[in-house]
């Protein structure tokens, strides 16, 4: 491996975000990293200002992997007939991964004593009151997305599954909270 490999850096990223999951935000160090992508530890310097630099870099591509899985369930919310079902199809499929789950979660953590992380933090919940608002509308979109951060955070946190018919009907219930869809 030459100093000028030019996948170094992505690989210290991608071992960051494998390693997140795994111990946490706060358990994050240089070492653990350059270990994880099999660099030199100085390489993680090189790249990246300081470890908060470091984290905020995969914590951003985490944010991006969001966007796009969000951008995903939005077409298939607008293709399905029964949003409830859809949606509890969508969440346990996204439960059978539980890797960004853990990551989001700690990110919501992590945000709460440092706000420079609080953008990236609110891109699932933003993201999803997004796609859901012109369905059910902002007030049930807001509702849904609260309750789905406590069933996702349930499930990381308990070892019941949770299936989708234990979804649907919460989920049926709060999609009629809210004032008409927006039209278009």
């Known amino acids: 491996m ?8 992505r690989r210290i990223l991608d071992a960051t975000r494998a ?35 470091l984290t905020e870099a995969a914590l951003a591509e985490t944010a991006a992997a969001t966007r796009d899985a969000l951008a995903e369930w ?13 949606l509890s199809a969508l969440i346990a499929g996204y439960l059978d991964h539980p890797e960004q789950m853990l990551t989001v979660n700690d990110l919501y953590l992590a945000a709460t004593r440092h706000p420079e992380l609080r953008p990236l933090a609110r891109v699932w919940f933003d993201g999803l009151v997004d796609i859901l608002t012109p ?30 018919t234990t979804l649907t009907a919460p989920l049926t219930a709060l999609a ?9």
């Open 2 to 9: 030459t100093p000028r490999d030019p996948h170094r850096r």
């Open 19 to 53: 390693l997140i999951p795994r111990h946490g935000i706060a358990g994050i160090t240089h070492r653990l990293v350059a270990a994880e992508a099999g660099v030199p530890v100085g390489s993680t310097t090189y790249y990246f200002a300081d470890l908060a630099d």
């Open 135 to 164: 369905h059910i509308g902002t007030t049930a979109a807001r509702a849904t997305a609260m309750y789905l951060d406590g069933v996702l955070l349930h499930a990381l946190s308990s070892d019941s599954a949770v299936d989708t």
């Open 74 to 86: 939005s077409e298939q919310l607008a293709r399905g007939a029964d949003l409830p079902a859809t």
């Open 176 to 184: 009629a909270l809210g004032e008409e869809p927006s039209a278009g």
